[in-house]
């Protein structure tokens, strides 16, 4: 079982920048991949930014270019940088992981675990 925790929102004006974290805890060497999804109220779960086993990132088409994901495999931590942000950013945020090398193109219910969300709101 593997626990995420994402620590980090909160609200910015348009155009500013915040940083979110996501620490898994628990069987975290079954991890092969994870994820950023976000999600408005009406709207299906949309892939942010994510990083496979391969290590390399990968981005939805509305935040590339401005948001940057990364991780700490000592930490077991994924972070998410937004920059540039838009009143569309607004959302809650997700982090997800999985035992498989999903990309975060992926159907969102292949991810086997999830955070409980935090919620980033962008105000114009």
């Known amino acids: 079982q593997v626990k995420l925790v994402e620590s980090g929102g909160g609200r910015v004006q348009v155009g500013g920048s915040l940083s979110l974290s996501c620490v898994a805890s628990?069987?975290?060497?079954?991890?092969?991949?994870m994820a950023w999804f976000r999600q408005t109220p009406g709207n299906k779960r949309e892939g942010v930014a994510g990083?496979?086993?391969?290590?390399?990132?990968t981005y939805g088409d509305s935040v590339k270019g401005r948001f940057t994901v990364s991780q700490d495999s000592a930490t077991n931590t994924l972070y998410l940088q937004m920059n540039d942000l838009r009143s569309e950013d607004t959302g809650t945020y997700y982090c997800a992981a999985d035992r498989a090398a999903l990309l975060v193109s992926s159907t969102p219910s292949l991810f086997e675990y999830w955070g409980q969300g935090i919620q980033v709101t962008i105000s114009s």
């Open positions: 628990g069987a975290t060497t079954t991890i092969r991949s």
């Open positions: 990083i496979a086993a391969d290590d390399i990132p």
